[in-house]
C-alpha cells in the first residue's frame, strides 16, 4: 500500500495547461501519471483533455498522445496494441482516456467492440458528468435532475451504470474510482497494468464549471459523492465484486449521508424538488442492497476471461 | 521543449506538440484569490501537492510545499484541503 | 517463387496486402468486399500472414485501428465498399491530416437509399475531397500491382499520404482472372520497410493533432497539396520502375488508348476503360479517328496530361459512373476544370452511364462514341450531361 509521500515527484501533467481552475479530470490525469510512469501511450478523443493541452505547438502532457476522433477512443487503441505487439514492444502500457460522452454514448460502440475483443489496454472514463469541451451540455453519464445546458430544468433520465455494463462484458477488471481517494486510485491503476485483457476504470470527476460550486471543493465533492453512497469505490477483479474503503463501510444506510447534503452544495441541482430528492434517495439505497448482495456473495458474481 | 516555427518548412508534416511547461503562458495570471501557506501550522502531509490540479505546488527535499505562483490559477482546493488550515486565500492586489 | 493464380479482385487483394508484408489489418465486412477480409483470415489464422487482423466492430472503428496502428509504426491495410466507405468519412480526413501512409482498397458499390449492392463509383468519387489518393483498378494484376506500388508511393517522405484502389463490385472483385504474383523476395526488394513521417515513441514524447489555430492551419493543408503534386511526379516513375522490376505496367496517371491523331477521345475510369478500347476498335475499323484514355489516378487529378491531349484533339467525351446531384459527373467537371484556361479548348461532353451496376458494353460505349461524333461535327454539344440508356 504506497503513501503519498512515496510517490514519484515527476510530473508528466506540466503546469500552465489548460484546464479550468479546480478541474477533476487534470487531478486525475496527475495521479494517472504518478501511478503509471510515462511508458504509456494515451488516446484522448475529444473532450476537455483536448483542450487540457493546450495549442500547437505546445502540449502540456509528457507523454506519448494522440488525439482521435470523439467515438474511436477504444479502436485506436486497438490499432495501438497490436501495432506494439508486431513490433514486440511490450513494456508499453497503452491508455485510452476519455471523458463520460465520449465513453457511454458516442464511444460506446468502439469500447464495446474493443472489450469483447479482449483488447489489452487500460480504458479510463473520466466522468465530470456531462460533455465539458463543447461547454456543459447532458450526456448519458448525467444524473436525474442536473441542469445542463441541453437539459436546463434538469435531466429527466437517470446515470448509464456504465461500470456495470462493461462487467457484463467479463473483462477481468472493471474499477470505480475517484481523485479524493487518490491512493485508491493509484493502487486500482497499478493492478490493472498486470492485468492481461481489457480494463475499465470509471473516475468520478468533479468539474467546478459545470457542476457550479466553488473550484477550491473539488476534492471535498467527490468526498461528499462517496460518504453519500451516489458514487460507491469498489472493483469487479475476475468478477468478484469487493467495495473498497471507505465504501465497504457504507453497506449499513446509517452510515451514508443523506444526497441531499450533496446535492445542496451544487447549483446544478438547484432545481431539484422534495419529491426528487426523496427519488433519488431511494434509488442510492436501491443499489446499494444491491452492492450488499454483490459483496455477500462468496463466488463470482460476473464472468470473466482471463482468470487464472 | 517546443520551438515555434518560424517559417513553413519548419513546421512538421502534421501537427506534432512537444511538452512544455505553459503552453497556455503563465496560468497564474488567471488568479483573482493566492494561496499563502503558514508555514508554522505546516506538517508537511504532501495533501496539497497531490490535489493541486495545476502541478503548481512542488514538494522539497523535506516535503515541505512551495507554490508556483506564475502557474497557479487560485482555485483553492489546497487551501480547502489542509489539514492544519495552514494555507489561506488571499484576494490578489491589482 | 512467382506463381500464376487464377482468382478474384478481392482475394487478390488479400495476396497483395500479404505480399506488402502489412502488420496489421483492420476491417468490418461489407457487400461486396467480404471475402477481402475473409481471405485476410484465412491467411493470418494459417500462418501465411505474419500480421494482426483486427475484427473491428463497425468501418469507422476499422479506419481508426489503422490510424492508431500506423501511428505505433507499421504498415496497416483495411478494405471496404460504399456504405463502410462512407461511415469512415471523418476518419478518412484524420488519416490523412496525420499524413499516414494507409492503403485500402474499395469494392466500389452504389450508395444508398435505396440499397444496391451492384457497381458504381458514388462510393470511392464522394471522398475525392479527403485527402486521399485513388487509384482505378480495371483488372485483378493491376490491383495487386497497384496495392504494391501504392505502399512504396505512400511510404515516399514526398507524399506520405493515404491511398485507395478502387475496384468494381462483382465486375472485378468476384471474376476470376489470372494474376501473376511475383516472388516474395522481388518484392522485398522493390518495397522496402515501413517508413512513416512520424511515430508515437516514448523516447520523444510528443502529443499529435492537438488544436491548431487558425495562424497555422492553412499551412498544414498547403503541405497536403504539396504532396499530392509530388505524388503525381511519382506515380508515373514507380508504375515504370514496377513495370521493368515485374513487367506489368498501367499507364502511370492515364491510360491512353489510340490517341496519337484521335479526333475524339473517351475519358472512363475502371473497367469501362477496358471494355472502351473495344469499342475504339470497331470504330477504328469503320475509319473513325477515335482513341480512349483510361483515369487510372482521380486523386491526385492528372491535370497536365488532359492539357496534352487537349492540344490535338476536338472533343472530349467522359463517361461518368456517378453524378454530383446538382451538377454532373465529376470525371467531366474536372477534365472541364482542367482545360478552362487554354485559349482553344476542346469540347468536353458528360456522359453517364452505369450507375447502380447497370452494364456498360463496348456497344455501350460505341453507342456513347457515335453520338459525341455526332455533336463533334456540329461544333457543340447537345447537352452537358447526357444519361446513357435511360428508361423513358
Redesign the interface.
Known sequence: MVT??E?P?E?Y???????C????P??SL??LF?ALG????L?VPACCT??I?????????????????F??T???????V??????NLTD?TVVGWAGDGGTVDIGI??L??AA??ETDFIYICYDNEAYGNTGMQRSGATPYGAWTTTTPSGKRERKKDMPLIMAAHRIPYVATAC?SY?IDFINKLRKAKEIKGTKYIHILAPC?TGWRY???????MGRLAVQTGLWALFEIEYGKFKLNPPSDRLIDKAKRKLVKEYFALQGRFRNLTEEDVDRMQKWVDDDWEKYRKLASNSTSDFASYGKI | MSVTPKTRKEMPLTPISYPTVGSMGKTGSWRTFRPEIDYSKCTKCTLCWIYCPDAAIMRKEDDSPIIDYDYCKGCGICANECPTKAITMKREEE | MAQMIIDTANHIAGYAAKAARVKVVAAYPITPQTTVVEKIADFVENGEMDAEYIRVESEHSAMVACIGAAAAGVRTFTATSAHGLALMHEALHWASGSRLPIVMTVSNRAMGAPWSIWPDFSDSLSQRDTGWLQFYCADNQEVFDTIIQAYKLCEDERVFLPAMVCLEGFILSHTYMPVKIPDQEKIDNFLPPYKSGWMLDTNRPLSHSNLVSPEWYMEFRYMIQEAMENAKQLIPQIDREYGKHFGFEHGGLVEKYKCEDADLILLTMGTMGSEAKIAIDRLRKEGQKVGSVRVRVFRPFPIEEIEKLAENVQMFTAIDRHISFGMEGFLATEIKASIFNRKDHPLVAGFLAGLGGRDVTFETIEKIAKKSLKWMHDGKVERETEWVDLRK
Open positions: 503519498i509521500k510517490l515527484k510530473e501533467l506540466l503546469k500552465g495547461h489548460a484546464a481552475a479546480g478541474c477533476g487534470a487531478i496527475r495521479l504518478k510515462n511508458k504509456v501511450f488516446v483536448t483542450v493541452q493546450g495549442p500547437y505547438p505546445y502540449t502540456s502532457f509528457d507523454v506519448p498522445l494522440q488525439n482521435i476522433l467515438e474511436s477504444a479502436a485506436a487503441a486497438s490499432g495501438i497490436a501495432a506494439l505487439r508486431q513490433r508499453i460502440q468502439a464495446s467492440g469483447e475483443r481523485p487518490p467546478p466553488d473550484t477550491g471543493k473539488t476534492v471535498e
